[in-house]
């Protein structure tokens, strides 16, 4: 029988790169520098969540201002009712009969006020934005009328800083 020769443990380990000598003081400057770097990443980070915070934030403010735009929607074709009754309890000449009716008209005004919706004003004779309003006819006028605001058909109104139904105007031309 043969005997095959045995190798050393030595023979088959790869040898190590000899370890640089690094100072003590380039050591600290490079745990320094990593330091750095994390500390600016956290900067950014925290940066990052506060705009988040503030971002969400005023978008829940935004939100609850117009959670109710629905239900002001459908209540203004009420007020407008409200508003038209009104108008023709002045031409009565008995108006202490409607004395209850002023007081509940005035409360519900008080109500939606409270609530955010803004009813846009003085609208005749200003000049027309169809922006912000919505032209439904143009009559012909003398020329100092001309682009501006004849009559209101329909008032508009806004919920917060959003207009939530835009004022039907009639435009001279």
């Known amino acids: 029988m043969s005997k095959k020769p045995v190798k050393k443990k030595s023979d088959k380990t790869p040898k190590k790169a000899p370890l640089k000598k690094t100072s003590a003081a380039e050591n600290l400057k490079s745990l320094t520098d990593q ?11 925290f940066a990052e ?9 005023k978008e829940r403010i935004d939100l609850f201002k117009t959670a109710n ?7 203004l074709p009420v007020k407008d009712d409200f508003d038209r ?23 519900f005004n008080e109500v939606l006020k ?7 004003e003085d609208l005749i004779g200003s000049s027309f934005n169809s922006e912000v309003h919505e032209a439904i006819s ?35 031309n």
């Open 35 to 45: 330091i750095d770097q994390e500390k600016q990443k956290f900067i950014r980070l």
């Open 49 to 57: 969540f506060e705009n988040y915070k503030k971002r969400t934030s």
């Open 69 to 75: 735009k629905d239900l002001m929607i459908s209540i």
């Open 85 to 107: 009754a009104f108008k023709e309890i002045y031409k009565n000449k008995n108006k202490s009969d409607f004395e209850g009716f002023i007081l509940i008209h005035n409360k």
């Open 114 to 120: 409270k609530n955010g919706l803004l009813e846009i």
């Open 138 to 172: 143009q009559i012909p006028c003398d020329k100092k009328d001309k682009g501006k605001i004849i009559e209101v058909i329909e008032k508009g109104y806004s919920l917060g800083d959003k207009i939530i139904r835009f004022p039907k105007v009639i435009v001279g």
